[in-house]
């Protein structure tokens, strides 16, 4: 079953069946109809968080001590 709708785009009348659902809830002619951009929803990465309190690794010292030989 066909039915008259309005194109939310031209305010044309047009039959259902030659209309398209966009994906923002707008029933338009297939004509006019437009696909989303990808720019729309970019991808978000989170801003890096500082590490409180943040040192650098040292480096190892050893000491060298003469360890007295009891034989």
């Not at 009348?13 to 002619?29: A, F, I, M, P, T």
């Not at 004509?31 to 040192?55: F, L, N």
């Amino acid at each position: 079953m066909d039915y008259r709708v309005i194109c939310d785009r031209t305010g044309f009348k047009k039959w259902r069946s030659e209309c398209r659902l966009e994906w923002d809830g707008k029933l338009v002619w297939s004509k006019v109809w437009r696909r989303r951009q990808p720019q729309d929803t970019p991808i978000v990465y989170p801003t890096p968080q500082p590490i409180p309190d943040a040192r650098p690794e040292t480096t190892d010292n050893f000491i060298n001590v003469p360890v007295p030989n009891y034989d």
